[in-house]
């Protein structure tokens, strides 16, 4: 795993990380958060207006790798109000035509 270096990362992946955009996303693409699978645009969209607004938390980037041309693993460290406190997060992410095509975050 090596230093989080956004320089690094496809553009689409720094711009899911600095703003959560749920344009950046395909059509028809999928992000299982918190064990829950979202299923095409309108749903993550639902999925990041529900999210954002839950809690109060700061996102530290500690690390990131590449597994291939398209799959992305970065690494968070978050701190705020939500239970716990505090949790290490993993962010796979798959990559096809500038788009993000499924997003995984688990622990």
């Known amino acids: 795993m090596n230093d989080y270096n956004p320089d690094a990362l496809p553009p689409v992946i720094v711009g899911y990380l600095q703003h959560a955009d749920p344009e950046l996303f395909s059509d028809d693409a999928r992000v299982l958060d918190e064990g829950i699978e979202h299923h095409g645009i309108a749903a993550i969209r639902e999925w990041r207006s529900t999210t954002a607004s839950a809690y109060t938390y700061t996102t530290t980037y500690t690390g990131q790798e590449q597994v291939d041309a398209q ?16 949790v290490d997060l993993i962010y796979r992410f798959t990559v096809a035509s500038d788009r993000i095509v499924d997003l995984a975050i688990t622990p």
């Open 71 to 86: 799959r992305w693993i970065v690494r968070a460290h978050l701190e705020g109000d939500f239970p716990g406190g505090v």
